[in-house]
């Protein structure tokens, strides 16, 4: 079945303990990409990658690192998570861009006490 | 990027037609316009996409007119379980890289 595994479903951390965030797809896609999502904001995107070795930021990278060493991963890292990044976090990917359709994750709900 | 502007919330009955439209004055040429629907808690799924003019599937209906500025995604008979959240999304399959999804619109669908 084409889909797109993220780990762990929900998380409780506290401030500074690095953690990562899992995203896995099986459909080959070129694209994959992270997004939070909080309360009346709707989905934001953190990082974007087009391929293997090739990341970008999204509108709201700061405190996440991102890595894409195998087509198939994409984790999402945070080196030293604060309150603020408590939020819901989905992984995507496509075939080839932004504009194509996206397929998303089940989402990672993440709590930073 | 095109940036995209929808009504925050609507309200519908069952059985009714919807029609909830996005607003994208920045579209550029190869941008593609694409609907997704979101429940709590869930990933957004795909729901429609489109180019021009109408295009239609089991689920929904997206008419595009000829200036592209908006586009208007159509559910027809909407029952309870369509109540969720919808996201307007434009870009290009080769260089939108970049995804601006805004905050959606907030259907509420009541019996």
């Known amino acids: 079945e084409a889909q797109v595994t993220q780990n762990p479903r929900y998380l409780i951390t506290v401030t500074g303990k690095k953690l990562t965030v899992t995203c896995s797809q099986n459909m080959n896609h070129e694209y994959m990409s992270w997004y939070r999502q909080d309360p009346g904001l709707g989905l934001r995107q953190i990082y974007y990658?087009?391929?293997?070795?090739?990341?970008d930021k999204g509108d709201v990278p700061e405190g996440y690192k991102v890595s894409r060493k195998e087509k198939r991963n994409f984790p999402l890292i945070l080196e030293s998570p604060s309150p603020n990044q408590t939020s819901l976090y989905f992984c995507?990917?496509?075939?080839?861009?932004?504009?194509?359709?996206?397929?998303f994750g089940s989402g990672t709900q993440l709590s930073v006490l | 990027l095109a940036k995209t502007t929808q009504p925050i919330s609507m309200d519908s009955y069952e059985g009714q037609e919807v029609n909830i439209t996005c607003s994208h004055n920045?579209?550029?040429?190869?941008?593609?316009i694409t609907w997704y629907q979101q429940f709590p808690s869930q990933g957004p799924r795909f729901i429609i996409q489109?180019?021009?003019t109408k295009v239609t599937n089991e689920v929904a209906s997206l008419f595009i007119p000829a200036d592209r500025k908006s586009s208007t995604l159509s559910l027809p008979r909407v029952s309870l379980s369509d109540t969720a959240v919808y996201y307007c999304l434009v870009g290009d399959h080769t260089g939108g890289f970049k995804t601006i999804f805004g905050a959606g619109t907030r259907l509420f669908v009541k019996a």
């Open positions: 995507a990917s496509s075939l080839v861009g932004g504009g194509e359709k996206l397929f």
């Open positions: 489109g180019y021009k």
């Open positions: 920045n579209i550029a040429t190869n941008d593609y």
């Open positions: 990658s087009m391929n293997v070795e090739v990341t």
